[in-house]
């Protein structure tokens, strides 16, 4: 998104990305309204990327009973706030991005030079940017787009904290397809694809929701690190069978999408 928004200002951009774009699997993300909006300003081709609007939310407070049900809607987010809730395939939404910075636009020529198996060993803060195998190149600018575990972070910020989290998480996708044959699943769904559903547990949450028209559906399993281990210390989230100790407290729908 940088290197768009770079270009469309008129500067001469350069990418270095360390992997190959070969393997990225990925999970499913959510653009709330305010990211939409940007998407939209750049030119973003959200039918192309199989954007998701976002129907309703649907908080399940009683694991016993379905039915139980908070829910706010987000039907009118757009007249709201200019845009609607959309979630993507991250590879829906990272390859769409590609083609923006890479190819031309009927307002832009110019592109993003994309430079792929690179990796930056270090930078350095009059712009230069050195790579495996000792060869750097200067630039006026940099931008570091390496998450807040930057390697980098020193060079602009005496004693950087060390990046903290409290909570771990289980990713999983499942194809709407395998899942119709459960009664009790497809109750669950009763109110549509498109909607994000929260469920809480002791310490731990799942959240569901849809991407690629509801076709997938991205499960978000958020559960505190020492849940992963036991009593002599070792790690649970190794083995297979660890889901089944996440989900045990959420509804059995759930634990049916996620087993």
């Known amino acids: ?12 951009v350069e990418i270095y990305e360390r992997s190959q774009f070969k393997s990225e699997v990925g999970a499913a993300i959510s653009t709330p309204p305010n990211s939409a909006r940007v998407l939209n300003y750049y030119g973003f081709d959200f039918e192309r990327a199989r954007a998701t609007t976002a129907e309703k939310y649907l908080y399940y407070d009683d694991p016993n009973n379905i039915d139980k049900t908070r829910m706010v809607t987000c039907t009118d987010y757009t007249p709201r706030y200019g845009a609607p809730w959309l979630f993507f395939h991250r590879i829906d939404l990272h390859n769409e991005l590609k083609v923006l910075a890479t190819e031309p636009t009927p ?6 030079r994309l430079n792929l198996g690179v990796k930056v060993s270090d930078v350095d803060i009059d712009g230069t940017i050195h790579f495996e195998g000792d060869a750097s190149v ?3 600018l ?10 980098f972070i020193s060079k602009v910020v005496d ?11 289980l990713r999983l996708m499942a194809p709407v397809e395998d899942l119709r044959d459960d009664p009790e699943v497809v109750a669950f769904f009763k109110d549509g694809l498109a909607s994000i559903r929260i469920s809480y547990g002791t310490m731990r949450s799942a959240v569901i929701y849809g991407c690629r028209g509801g076709s997938l559906q991205n499960i978000g399993l958020l559960y505190p690190p020492e849940l992963a281990i ?4 070792n790690d649970l989230s190794v083995r297979d069978d660890f889901v089944y100790k996440v989900v045990e407290e959420f509804p059995k729908p759930v634990q049916s999408i996620c087993t």
């Open 142 to 151: 940099i931008i570091a787009a390496d998450g807040i575990r930057s390697s």
């Open 1 to 12: 998104m940088a290197a768009i928004a770079l270009l469309e200002s008129g500067h001469d």
């Open 107 to 112: 307002t832009r020529r110019s592109v993003a």
């Open 138 to 140: 200067q630039k006026d």
């Open 230 to 233: 036991d009593s002599e210390g």
């Open 159 to 169: 004693d950087a904290p060390e990046a903290q989290h409290y909570m771990s998480m």
